[in-house]
């Protein structure tokens, strides 16, 4: 039976990492298939991040959390959309309207994210309280399905670590695949990052267009950071650990693609979670004669990736016209 | 991605090597490198003299071999061929391979380069030996902080000297501030300032509209590259060379590359041209290396 909850954990584990992974890196694909590279991943995560938090907080306080738990989570997760999409306004304006460095802005904001989560967490739960705790109702149980509590492999697999995000993550993944490919707004948004010349003549509005692609990312971003904080557990400490970075190159190696993304993400969560649980794994090497030799499982899934990617850079394929601001006067 | 890798092979490293926590050196904590002043005091770098001049501990010549290195840097980019071809292939890789120059080589130079700056910047913040290396699992902030400077020396190194001083003058100033105020207070200001540094285009788009006394140009922040932008303030003729120089930038590199040396100094000139009255459209392009 060991094995089997070793395996459950594994899984759930990986599922559950993989979700921030996913809907970040689904955000950003929106963002680049629209023209507008958006480093501000990290950023945005930690906004939604904390607004979603102390959401989370303040229903908790108010006594709904306890009675509706998963009404309040919905409201948290709606919370870190909108905020998420609202702080991606700041990238979008600078880099469509002020057609400032797409690089520059993003780094500008990955910046003032996390300081700004510092001081607002300091302003609203006091001096040197950096640690906003969610509440323990936000996960999803057997209770809440009526069923009984049992050791099996399934009920490990499944609830040992579910929150509603990992669902809300599902419903967007193929939400996000046929916007993208089986309707009109996908259509152009793709276009816009090819060629917004092109687009533009067949009267196209690629400054919308952008927007709509910032902020879609926004959105996905936002609730992303969400999915992290109630993935890391202890809860939000005005960081995502650099999973918004990661959830960029889990977007490169799964080439701007909705399903190579999804495959690419549980591929990295799936190392992640080798690397952090490496030493409860029976059936790993332990490096004895190593000391600390955990940083070989955590340099793991980073150099897993770079091989990956030069075997297949020659394949991979960044939309054209990402990065370069819409200049309706350029050939 | 080479973050991560770098990180948790240094620390792997060092926690295999002998002698390199601080722990062997009778501190009790395991988790850092061992304090230089203990471990080896003639690694660290000479002070000078410095620490007693200006009264401080934190004091030493690492600011004069920074200086320096900002001063070749300087001179590499803007007086010899091998800075002007790396400038070349920033501005546009297509038309600099179609000139002759060996792109990939330079791209892979310009990562060396930078590496090597990188590593030097890392030594000396931990040879001054007022810092110890810690063995934890997130990466440092200095690296990140290092993009926003080049920002703002708007990638220039002369300009950058003066960045570096100025953030780190306001993150020493946010240390300070500590007990009563959060020091991410500063984060958010430098932030702001960076961020609003992409404003450039629209204030100088404004400044050239005003200069030029003429409201009704509506074309004045839109730079199109054949014809010079409005308010560029070097005469008629000189705009028209300027124009074509921005639309093809490195036109003239083949006869720099027949003989060194000579020519590159009127080449440079008229690279530089373009620089400045088409900086509107190219502002802070230099500084889009990811």
Known sequence: MAWANILADLIGATILFAVPLLLVALGGMFSERSGVINIALEGIMIVGALCSCLTLVGLDKAGIGVNHPQLGMLIAILVAAASGAVFSLLLAFASINLRADQTIGGTALNMLAPAFAIVLTWAVQGQGQTTILIPTWTRITQDNFGIERADTFFQN??????????????????????????????????????????????????????????????????????????????????????????????????????????????????FKVIGSYSDSIPFLPSFKSVSASEYIYLMLPYVVTMIVLILTSKKSRAPKAEGIPYDKGMR | MFNWLGLFMVNLLLNNMPKMLANYWGATNKDRTASLATANKSALIPKAGLDKLLDSNYMNISIFIAIVIAIIIYIILEKMTFGYELKACGFNKDASIYAGINAKRNIVWSMVISGALAGIGGGIYYLSGTAQYTLVKSLLTMGFNGIPVALLGASSPIGIIFAAIFISYIQVGGEALQPEYAKEIIDIIIAVIIYLSAFSLLVKGILSRVMKGDTSNVNADEPVPITPPTGVKTGNAAGKVVGDAAGEVVKPIPADRIDHGETAKPIEASAKQPDTAAGIASESEEGGDK
């Open chain 1, 157 to 270: 697999l499944i609830f040992k670590s579910f929150y509603l995000t990992t669902v809300v993550a599902v419903v967007l993944f193929i939400a996000a695949y046929i916007i993208m490919y089986k309707t009109r707004f996908g259509l152009r948004l793709r276009a816009c990052g090819e060629h917004p010349q092109a687009a533009d003549s067949v009267g196209i509005n690629v400054f919308k267009m952008r927007y709509a692609g910032v902020m879609i990312s926004g959105v996905l971003g936002g609730i992303g950071g969400l999915a992290f904080t109630v993935a890391a557990g202890s809860g939000f400490q005005s960081s995502v650990a650099g999973y918004g970075f990661l959830a960029l190159a889990v977007m490169i190696f799964g080439n701007w693609k909705p399903f190579t993304i999804l495959g690419a993400s549980l591929f990295f969560a799936l």
